[in-house]
């Protein structure tokens, strides 16, 4: 299994700042993967993020505003950049399981509020 | 391109009540994990199964038990003698095992309302 902590849980931010959500995993692990989840909706893959390459963005999403590092196998972080009130969302890291393993694994997820 | 599709976005049971969640998915892999998860309102996501495409038993456990059928692309979720505590927002969710999309791909979730 993998444990994952992320930081923070919660922060409310002003319109325009950036705000860089951690991810650790207490195991090493080839993707991680980042969701958004806006309210009242369902979870969207922002990106995919391979340790030693360049982060893999989904249609919608663009490194500018979602910058991704991945310098470890262990660990990532997604920042929210120039925010507006629109990316007040649930920001959740994931880690795949291996084949032997039953789930994929959650962080407790980064409530944004950008007022 | 792979998709799920949860068509009940919202569902209203008494308590008792056995209730059923749908889940139709589409997907080009042979080879793929079906997932449910459980979001209660505090947010988390609560792992509840997962699902080899190449296998089809259907599983209990508990008062919970899943009904995959590869033939139709259904992978629906029955809670038999529901609870206030099963209310939540239930995903059901896709990915592609090995040459695919590993991420997951959710459905829109259907929402539970169990009342007392």
């Known amino acids: 299994s993998a444990v994952i902590s992320q930081k923070p849980s919660r922060d409310i931010c002003q319109r325009g700042t950036s705000l860089t959500i951690q991810c650790q995993v207490d195991s090493q692990v080839t993707m991680m993967f980042w969701y958004r989840q806006q309210p009242g909706q369902s979870l969207t893959l922002i990106a995919t993020?391979?340790?030693?390459?360049?982060?893999?963005?989904e249609s919608g999403f663009v490194i500018d505003k979602f910058p991704i590092s991945r310098p470890n196998l262990t660990f990532s972080t997604l920042t929210v950049s120039n925010m507006s009130p629109e990316d007040s969302s649930i920001y959740l890291c994931?880690?795949?399981?291996?084949?032997?393993?039953?789930?994929?694994?959650f962080g407790q997820g980064t409530r944004l509020t950008v007022v | 391109a792979q998709k799920v599709t949860q068509a009940q976005t919202e569902i209203s049971v008494v308590e008792k009540e056995d209730v059923t969640l749908d889940c139709v998915y589409e997907?080009?892999?042979?080879?793929?994990?079906l997932f449910w998860y459980k979001q209660p309102p505090s947010g988390e996501l609560v792992f509840l199964i997962r699902?080899?495409?190449?296998?089809?038993q259907n599983e209990i456990s508990g008062r919970y038990s899943w009904n995959f059928q590869k033939s139709t692309s259904s992978f629906n979720f029955t809670i038999t003698a529901s609870q206030v505590v099963d209310s939540a927002v239930y995903f059901c969710?896709?990915?592609?095992?090995?040459?695919?999309?590993?991420?997951?791909?959710f459905g829109s979730g259907t929402r539970l309302q169990v009342q007392p």
């Open positions: 993020a391979n340790q030693g390459s360049e982060a893999t963005y």
């Open positions: 994931s880690v795949e399981g291996t084949w032997g393993n039953t789930e994929a694994f």
């Open positions: 969710a896709l990915s592609e095992a090995f040459t695919g999309r590993r991420a997951l791909t």
């Open positions: 699902r080899n495409s190449f296998d089809e």
């Open positions: 997907t080009r892999d042979t080879t793929y994990y």
